[in-house]
């Protein structure tokens, strides 16, 4: 079972920009899908994008698209959400989820971190 901790949130003014941090532990993620997610109080969970394994690819909701981007260093098992020209609609507690290659459920979940965007 794979161990994720996000950190790097906090309070942002609009325009601005944060990179969150999901640090993997007790298997290595080189063969995982890495997801990006948030979710706000009495909403639906919503995807952010995701980074493949071995061969990256990448792939974001559309209202992020030219505005975040997904990395992962495998070395460091870490994978990063660098977020920029946020918007107050960002607002949110996202969280990063692991999905083992060849499988369709994301089976491990950080417990977030939350973002706030000051208009």
């Known amino acids: 079972q794979v161990q994720l901790v996000e950190s790097g949130g906090g309070l942002v003014q609009a325009g601005g920009s944060l990179r969150l941090s999901c640090a993997a532990s007790?298997?290595?993620?080189?063969?995982?899908?890495m997801g990006w997610f948030r979710q706000n109080p009495g909403k639906e969970r919503e995807f952010v994008g995701g980074?493949?394994?071995?061969?990256?690819?990448?792939n974001y909701t559309n209202s992020v698209k030219g505005r975040f981007t997904i990395s992962r260093d495998n070395a460091k098992n870490t994978v990063y959400l660098q977020m920029n020209d946020l918007k107050p609609e960002d607002t949110a507690v996202y969280y990063c989820?692991?999905?083992?290659?060849?499988?369709?459920?994301?089976?491990?979940w950080g417990q977030g971190t939350q973002v706030t965007v000051s208009s």
């Open positions: 989820a692991a999905r083992l290659g060849g499988t369709t459920t994301f089976g491990s």
């Open positions: 007790g298997r290595t993620i080189t063969n995982y899908y």
């Open positions: 980074i493949t394994g071995y061969i990256i690819g990448k």
